[in-house]
Structure formats: structure tokens, C-alpha cells
């Protein structure tokens, strides 16, 4: 009887589940979710968060930097979810972090889940340039990268 009452919760549960998730869906990319694409003259960042209120990038020189040199607001994508942000100089080197508001309050920053290269305790991911930097030369600021 307690196998057949287990089974039954769980059944019960994952309908549940498949209920909710119809109901109240989520947009998601469609493509796999590119964080940060560095283009020389111009990145592009992108944080997947379809229940944030607001999202903003922060840029920082070091991984080890208290104030962030550059904080853009960024626009929100209801197709995919995403909230994307451009910047248009050259950023290669430098480090970010997204923020999210949720709830009317902002939550703490984060490198995001998607972030290719990461500073010091992985607080912060970094603008590399994939096409054209050797591992070698990532690798700064006494091992920030």
C-alpha cells in the first residue's frame, strides 16, 4: 500500500507540474543562449530572466574592481526571454556582470549561467576574444581569467 501511495503522489505531482508548465510557459531562446559575443567594435551580452522587471550590464577593467566603469539598462525580448544590451566600443579584456530586478528589488550581480570565461571565483565572466586570443594571452592580471 505505501509503494502504490508513493507512486501516486508522484504521478500526481508530475501532472501537477506538466499543468503548470502549460499554463504559465515561459518564453526560451530558441538558439543555444550566446552571454557575451565579442565583435571587436562591439559586444553583445544576453542574460535569459523572463520574470525580471528590469536587467542591467555592468563592466568592470578588473575582475577585482569595486565600481563598475560602464552600467547599461537592457532590453527585454518577450519572443525568447532574453534581456540583451550592445555595446559599442571595443570591451575585449574587461569583465561583467548582469543584475536583475525582480520583485521591486535588485538581486545580487551575477556572471550568469552561460559565461564561456570567468574572473576570480567565477563572480564576474570576461570578454575574450574566441577568434583571435590564445589561452595564453587570456590570461592576465595575475590569473584573473
Known amino acids: 500500500m505505501k509503494i502504490f501511495k508513493t507512486l501516486l503522489m508522484g504521478t500526481l505531482a508530475v501532472a501537477?507540474?506538466?499543468?503548470?508548465?502549460?499554463?504559465?510557459?515561459?518564453?526560451?531562446?530558441?538558439?543555444?543562449?550566446e552571454e557575451c559575443v565579442y565583435m571587436g567594435d562591439r559586444t553583445e551580452f544576453a542574460v535569459w530572466a523572463p520574470t525580471a522587471e528590469a536587467a542591467q550590464l555592468r563592466l568592470y577593467h578588473s575582475a577585482s574592481d569595486e565600481a563598475a566603469f560602464k552600467i547599461v539598462n537592457m532590453k527585454y525580448s518577450r519572443k525568447d526571454g532574453l534581456w540583451k544590451a550592445t555595446v559599442k566600443e571595443d570591451v575585449k579584456g574587461a569583465f561583467y556582470t548582469f543584475q536583475i530586478k525582480r520583485n521591486g528589488e535588485w538581486l545580487p550581480e551575477t556572471a550568469g549561467i552561460a559565461a564561456k570565461a570567468v574572473g576570480v571565483n567565477g563572480w564576474r565572466g570576461a570578454v575574450v576574444d574566441w577568434e583571435n586570443e590564445s589561452r595564453k594571452a587570456v590570461i592576465k592580471q595575475g590569473g584573473d581569467v
Open 16 to 33: 501537477a507540474l506538466a499543468s503548470c508548465a502549460s499554463e504559465n510557459a515561459l518564453p526560451v531562446p530558441q538558439a543555444p543562449l
